[in-house]
């Protein structure tokens, strides 16, 4: 199907590879309580040929709402995936909702999201809660340790610990995450996850960064950051899904955390590159090194290994997000 005739001025981009059983369960709960919003559905399909044919069959067997299948075929690229999807939504799409191939879509998220951007014109951006079914509560012990080593909530650079932030090591704290003191109505925000929605306005002059490649870390990341600092950004309590964490295509332990600790340094001296942050960046690296060597999870030595070697790559900068 093509779409360029649709009179939808609203659109679901998903960007996916190798992931077709996943892909059908999101769409399944889609189907489940169709939005009432007018919306068309994209999906951006990086998979290898013998699993492209699978998803694409998902795809065309939805028809819940007006939905098309592209094919993607550089080199994967989530970053790239989702500039190339916006590059090719209709013009009269107005609002973009970007989410993943492995989440459970709530009753009623895109229509509070949307109702957001449409009645609110100082907000750029507007995320709902990602529910992570299997993650346990920090205890209040390994809250402080975060605090501390500047991995989560931090008293030093804040007057009053608050969600939604972005520390100096270039760290956050969630406020797409349900609290203790969960409240409704919407929380003003610093950044958003990969599962947000944007107005197509805000997207045309912000693109995600296509130096990321593959996995892209950190992409949603330095994109909301970006916008923050023109637009409101806002999470609304009242839109839901549910992050089933497929297995699927995902790093191990030892190459998430090599991983994430070049794409944060490349984060803060994208956006700081200050001391502060810098020595901010050095003393997380100090509390994850702690957590993963005191750690009683199975992974505990991949990660740690993981961490060393990530370390040794941001001090040789033998990355090409760390080249000058």
């Not at 951006?44 to 592209?70: G, I, R, Y």
């Not at 997380?284 to 290994?305: C, E, H, I, Y």
Request: hydrophobic share 35%.
């Amino acid at each position: 199907m093509t779409l360029e005739h649709t009179d939808a001025f609203e659109a679901v981009v998903i960007c996916t590879r190798n992931r077709p059983e996943e892909l059908e369960e999101t769409l399944d709960s889609i189907a489940a309580h169709p939005p009432s919003t007018n919306l068309l559905l994209a999906v951006m399909d990086a998979s290898d040929a013998e699993t492209k044919a699978q998803v694409q069959s998902v795809v065309e067997n939805f028809d819940v709402v007006p939905s098309v299948h592209w094919s993607y075929t550089d080199p994967p690229s989530l970053a790239r995936q989702r500039n190339a999807a916006l590059d090719r939504l209709p013009t009269a799409v107005e609002v973009v909702h970007f989410i993943d191939d492995d989440v459970t879509v709530h009753p009623g998220y895109f229509e509070a999201l949307s109702a957001v951007l449409r009645t609110r014109p100082d907000v750029g951006g507007a995320g709902g809660l990602v529910l992570e079914p299997s993650k346990d509560a920090p205890s209040a012990r390994n809250e402080r340790l975060q605090s501390f080593f500047f991995l989560s909530h931090t008293e030093v650079f804040l007057s009053h610990t608050e969600d939604g932030r972005v520390l100096p090591s270039g760290c956050t704290t969630s406020a797409q995450q349900p609290t203790r003191h969960d409240t409704s109505g919407l929380c003003d925000t610093e950044w958003l996850n990969g599962c947000s929605s944007y107005r197509r306005s805000i997207l045309d002059q912000h693109r995600f960064d296509e130096v990321l490649t593959g996995y892209s870390m950190l992409e949603d990341l330095d994109l909301s950051y970006r916008i923050h600092r023109q637009a409101r950004l806002v999470v609304q309590p009242e839109a839901r899904l549910t992050h089933r964490r497929s297995p699927s295509n995902r790093f191990g332990a030892e190459r998430y955390n090599h991983a994430l600790t070049v794409h944060r340094r490349w984060f803060i001296e994208k956006h700081f590159g200050d001391v502060t942050s810098r020595l901010a960046y050095w003393w997380s690296l100090v509390g994850r090194l702690l957590a993963t060597t005191v750690s009683s999870a199975p992974p505990r030595p991949a990660a740690r290994r993981g961490l060393l070697h990530g370390l040794q790559t941001v001090l040789t900068r033998n990355h090409p997000l760390l080249s000058d």
